[in-house]
Structure formats: structure tokens, C-alpha cells
């Protein structure tokens, strides 16, 4: 198990940038995969970004391909989602979640979850 504490977000106007980050507590990051997922009011949790902690491989979903970067600090730790030209569409509260195995887009194979950074996003 890892402890995962995400931080960054805020309230910002469209067309803004954001950086949300997610350390771990406990133990390091190696081995795991760690995503990005989001869930805005009422609608179903989705999967944004995710990086494998070893390789550096990243994968984005396509409403975030293109305007975000997912990277890690080994140094720290920390893994990081980088938001540019934000749409009011990405509103929502962004959770940092771990695995080890494979890579997945499914939140339900993800057994380490963090609190939550809301985002909100002004037209």
C-alpha cells in the first residue's frame, strides 16, 4: 500500500494552466503505474493520464491529449499532471490513484487512491 496526498488545484478562468501533484507517503513509486482520473458532478468517474513509474511511458486520455503532461520527480517522489489551456469541461476533482502490474485505464483495478484536488474552471 502507498499513501497518496494530491495538491495543486484551484480555481482558474479558460484558456489557464494548472499543475496538480501527487506524492506518496510510505514508500516510493517504483513499480507502480500512476494514473489521473477525475469525476465532475454528476457524471462517472474517468481516467485522464497515467505513467509508469519505471519507464516514464505515459498514455492520455483524447479529451486531454495534446494539452496536458504527465511526468515524475524522483528526487521527490511526485508524480505530475500539467493542465494548459483548460476548458471549463475539466472541472472536476482530480484524484491520483497507484497499481502495481499492468497499465489500466479502469479505476476499479486501482487499489491506492488519494484524497482529491478540486478544479474549477471559469468560461
Known amino acids: 500500500q502507498v499513501h497518496l496526498v494530491e495538491s495543486g488545484g484551484g480555481s482558474v478562468q479558460a484558456g489557464e494552466s494548472l499543475r496538480l501533484s501527487c506524492a506518496a507517503a510510505?514508500?516510493?513509486?517504483?513499480?507502480?503505474?500512476v494514473a489521473w482520473f477525475r469525476q465532475a458532478p454528476g457524471k462517472e468517474r474517468e481516467f485522464v493520464s497515467l505513467?509508469?513509474?519505471?519507464?516514464?511511458?505515459?498514455y492520455y486520455a483524447d479529451s486531454v491529449k495534446g494539452r496536458s503532461t504527465v511526468s515524475r520527480d524522483n528526487a521527490t517522489n511526485t508524480v505530475y499532471l500539467q493542465m494548459n489551456r483548460l476548458k471549463p469541461e475539466d472541472t472536476a476533482i482530480y484524484y491520483c490513484?497507484?497499481?502495481?502490474?499492468?497499465?489500466?485505464?479502469?479505476?476499479?483495478?486501482?487499489?491506492?487512491w488519494g484524497q482529491g484536488t478540486q478544479v474549477t474552471v471559469a468560461s
Open positions: 510510505g514508500r516510493t513509486f517504483s513499480g507502480y503505474i
Open positions: 505513467i509508469r513509474w519505471t519507464t516514464g511511458t505515459t
Open positions: 490513484a497507484a497499481k502495481d502490474g499492468g497499465y489500466s485505464t479502469l479505476g476499479a483495478t486501482y487499489n491506492n
